[in-house]
Every structure is written in structure tokens, then in C-alpha cells.
């Protein structure tokens, strides 16, 4: 059956999820076609959305009215506001999935006057390139199996999904939502050594974005502990081995678990705040 998807708020992240489903949609099999709709504040937005595929819609409500999962993707001061407007066309076989920073399903549910099921996501930024992490709670009681399994399907085919307890979402942002900031980190230390060997920025920008690919693939495909893969590449007295030592000695894993542990600390005084 065709699943009906669609976005309020299609800036970045909203026009990631819409572009990426429409991309989907080209190689789907027409039973299991998706109609997607949206629409944006500034309508020019959606033009480049329109030409893959999306449908245009007048108002947030128009979007409330013509799908079934109803992703929201607006900034998170905005979202009461945009659920308030939905609430007319809201029913129990309708879904509210906000991919919004720092929401809670409580807020959700309470906007939404438990109209209709509420279901809180959080990607991260390599959602952007149909690359992400999703992780997403499933703990509104009125969310059907089947509904749960649609949300899960959608979002499988824009990266990889997690299920999480609500309570763990900081933990996920400090880990993954995070984690890109630590990679770009990381690989801008190793393109900066590349320019001091003398490789052009450019050359040793392109290497090393090809090691990171190529490693994370090796780590998927390889069930062996991650010691043993970097223990594979370090020949006795060679000359891996002398540049993991440096790493060691500057205790690369434990400023890692302190980055991680500093930013969930982070995000829960964050929410004791309100954000
Ligand atoms: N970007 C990320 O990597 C990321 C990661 C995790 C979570 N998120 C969450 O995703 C949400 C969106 O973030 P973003 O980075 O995509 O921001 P964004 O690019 O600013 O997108 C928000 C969009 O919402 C539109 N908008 C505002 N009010 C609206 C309304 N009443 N009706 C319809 N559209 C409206 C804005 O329109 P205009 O074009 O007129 O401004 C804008 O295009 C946030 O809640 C954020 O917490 C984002």
C-alpha cells in the first residue's frame, strides 16, 4: 500500500528526509511507492523538492490532511506553535514524528492533545547525504505495530535506525548526534599531517576521506575487536606501531571517552534548563 509521508519544515534536515525518500521512491516497486508531500515556510525551498518528485502543499495542515506519517522538521522553538496548527486534521490513524533537538514525547503528546500517536526522532548530520543514524522512541502506548514498523522502513532507507528508550537520547546525541564533529576532528589532525609530508591539501584531503570510508567499512565487515584490526596493521618494530605508540602515550582513547562523557554532561544540563 502507498505509504502517505509528509514533511513540515523542509530546510536542511527536513529536505534531507523528503529528497532522500523521493531518491527511494525511483527505484521502488510501485506497490510500495511512497507519496510524499510538504511544505516550508519560504516557499522557494521546496522547488528543488517539487522537480524529485514531492508534492507542494498550501499550508502545514494541507500536510496534516494528505499524509499519514507527518514528519516535523522545524527549529524546536517553533514546533508547539506548527503542532497547535495541525491539530485540526490530527486522529488516531495519524503519526507525529519530530526529528526536532531536545523535544520530548510529554510536549509532543501534550501539543498534539493525544489526538494522535507521537514518535520523537533524532539524526545526525550524514543523514544529509542518506548516510545517518536515526535513533528513534517508540514509547507512545496509542503507536500501532504497524505504524512502528512504517516509521522503520521509511527511515531504513535513509541510513541506519536505532531504538531507543527516550531517556537515552542524550547519551545518542553526545555519541552520535556528536559524532561527526569528533570524525571531522580527527580527520582534519590527519589531512594537516598529509600537508606537512608535503601532499596538497586537496591530495591528502581526498586520501584521507578515503581511509576513514574504507576503515568503517573494514570495522563493518570484520566482526574481529577493534584492538585486533589496529593490531593487524602494526608489523613488529615497523613503522605503524612507532605512530600508535605517540596515540597511546597521549591517551587518544581516553580523551575520546572524555569528549563523549563532556558532552553528555552537557545535554543533560541542557534539559534541566529547558535547552
Ligand atoms: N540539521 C541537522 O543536522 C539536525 C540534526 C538533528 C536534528 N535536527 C533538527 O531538525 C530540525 C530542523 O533543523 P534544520 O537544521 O533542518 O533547520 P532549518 O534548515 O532552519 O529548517 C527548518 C525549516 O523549517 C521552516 N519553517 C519554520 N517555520 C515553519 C512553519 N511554521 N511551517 C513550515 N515551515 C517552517 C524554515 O523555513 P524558512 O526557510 O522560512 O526558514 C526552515 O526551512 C530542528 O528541530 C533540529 O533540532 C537537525
Known sequence: MTMRIGCVGCGNMGGAILAGLARNAEHQDKADAYALCGYNRTASRMRPLEEAGVTVMPSPLAVAENADIIVLAVKPYQMQEVVKELRPALNKNKVLVSVAAGISLHNL???????????????????????????????????????????????????????????????????????????????????QS???LGFTHAQSRQMVTALFAGSARMAEEDPSPLGQLRDNVCSPGGLTIAGVNMLDRAGLTGLLVDAVLAADARGAEMERKGG
Open 109 to 191: 503528546e501534550l501539543w498534539a492533545e493525544k489526538l494522535c500517536p507521537v514518535v520523537r526522532c533524532m539524526p545526525n548530520t550524514p543523514a544529509l547525504v542518506g548516510m545517518g543514524v536515526f535513533a528513534l522512541c517508540f514509547e507512545d502506548p496509542k503507536l500501532s505495530h504497524d505504524c512502528k514498523q512504517n516509521i522503520l522502513q521509511m527511515f531504513g532507507r535513509l541510513g541506519q535506525c536505532v531504538e531507543l528508550a527516550e531517556e537515552k537520547f542524550t547519551a545518542f546525541s553526545a555519541l552520535i548526534g556528536a559524532g561527526p564533529a569528533y570524525v571531522f576532528a580527527m580527520m582534519q589532525g590527519l589531512v
Open 194 to 196: 598529509g600537508v606537512t
